[in-house]
Nanobody
Framework: QVQLVESGGGLVQAGGSLRLSCVVS????????MGWFRQTPGKEREFVAA????????YYTDSVKGRFTISRGNAKNTVYLQMNSLRAEDTAVYYC?????????????????WGQGTQVTVSS
């Protein structure tokens, strides 16, 4: 059973930074793509960022390019999302996801495993 546990969410002022972490347990995630999605009330979950299994290819939605950075830990079972220059519109529940194919998708359907989510609130 693969489990993903997020941490690092919280309340921050606009312009501030947060670092989200996601730890995968139950199976080695070396060959998995890892990603982050976010969701606000009444809206569908949207893609934020992803990194392929090799850790070298990364992808971002346009609204976070230049502000967010996704990276994998050395052990490959951890993924981080460094969020800088946060804006009020970044407020959402952020979900970590893993895809056993090893390659990212900006659609949530191919992703095999999901965390429970962590709340990020940016005050303006």
């Amino acid at each position: 059973q693969v489990q993903l546990v997020e941490s690092g969410g919280g309340l921050v002022q606009a312009g501030g930074s947060l670092r989200l972490s996601c730890v995968v347990s139950g199976r080695t995630a070396n060959s998995y793509a890892m990603g982050w999605f976010r969701q606000t009330p009444g809206k569908e979950r949207e893609f934020v960022a992803a990194v392929n299994w090799d850790g070298r290819s990364t992808y971002y939605t346009d609204s976070v390019k230049g502000r967010f950075t996704i990276s994998r830990g050395n052990a490959k079972n951890t993924v981080y999302l460094q969020m800088n220059s946060l804006r009020a519109e970044d407020t959402a529940v952020y979900y970590c996801a893993a895809d056993s194919s090893g390659y990212y998708s900006d659609s949530e359907r191919p992703w095999d495993y999901w965390g429970q989510g962590t709340q990020v609130t940016v005050s303006s």
